[in-house]
């Protein structure tokens, strides 16, 4: 005789017979699977059980360079997603074909500057906020139980959405369409199948080619709530943040390319961070990294001064320990030598008559924003707020 009961879902958790109510496990979700639970309190009570499931579905992953000496505790997840498709309608780059930008080439040693007409700063403008809308996007997606490979799929999606091109893929070979750099990773992070843990830092670093313009831009994000109680994290992340406003404040003509630095090496060390050396900002137009060179540490000796017209960016990289970096043998996740967790904010600038016009800046809606320092070692958890 066959019943005619609706199939009842039973509770996931192992030992427990209630049927299953609407919550779900968010990473389950993610990875595609569904696990439904009874209630919050047995979810969390079945969590330390019911997260191995987790790792099933990511067997099959492997550390490419296993007898790499790692400087901390962060570890390449490949393989490595297959290269996403751009369709024709998109305007490509010159090196979205074989990886190198031939047009930069012809400029580099040359400390000439482009000052942009009106037409070029409109061209400017436009591909700006479009690379502000997808850092957004992305952001919102950066949690807990998401790999940075999705983060990599959401932004190629939305950069093809606004009929851009995303500049990091295949420039000089790069393998992905943004940079994501997890705790002690400075820059240049390569999207993989490592899944983001509640209590990282990640820098997303978004650059979208359109109407033949780069626009630049980067955030440091909290992942997770146990991030946002962490005082050295929001040492770290609102330390940088803050050394970039400090040095937009300086921009306007007239400024010379090597004064940002002073500014941000100043304020890194007040708060007991060093600067990385290793790179800096760069002018971008219709070219991604061209003149002028712009360090973020004090004493530099950058050529050239700001005239009206001029679009280059500031990206400080600040670290809690070391100023030193490695690079990992994939030739381009740059870490800390000591291992410590570094932080990054970037904003592509235009100098105006007067000062400076911010082309990324942050929307009203904009994801992330500034939290409230907290005191280390009260051995609670304060809350934090923007
Ligand atoms: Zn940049
Ligand atoms: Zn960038």
Known sequence: MAG???????CSSKDCDNDAGQLQCPNCQKLGKESYFCSQDCFKRNWADHKKSHKSQTTGTFNPF??????????????LSERRKVPASVQLPDYAKDGIPRSEQKFVGRNKIAVLNPKEIEG???VCRLAREVLDIAAREAKPG??????DEVVHKACLERNSYPSPLNYCHFPKSVCTSPNEVICHGIPDQRVLKDG??????????????????????????????DPDAIRIVETSRECLDKSIEL???GMLFRDPGNVIEKHAKSQNCSVIKTYCGHGINQLFHCAPNVPHYAKNKAVGEAKPGMCFTIEPMISLGTHRDKTWP??????TADGTRTAQFEHTLLVTEDGVEILTARLPDSPGGPVARIEASNGQAATASA
């Open 251 to 253: 921009v306007k003509p």
């Open 146 to 151: 998401v790999t940075t490979d999705y983060i």
């Open 4 to 10: 005619d009961a609706p199939a009842t879902r039973k």
């Open 330 to 335: 994939d030739d381009w996740t740059s870490v």
């Open 200 to 229: 990282d830092i990640l820098n997303i670093d978004v650059t979208l080619y359109h109407g033949g313009f780069h626009g630049d831009l980067n955030e440091t994000y909290y992942i997770g709530e146990k991030a946002l109680a």
């Open 124 to 126: 400017m403008r436009k």
């Open 66 to 79: 296993p007898a790499y000496p790692y400087t901390g505790t962060l570890r390449p997840v490949y393989p």
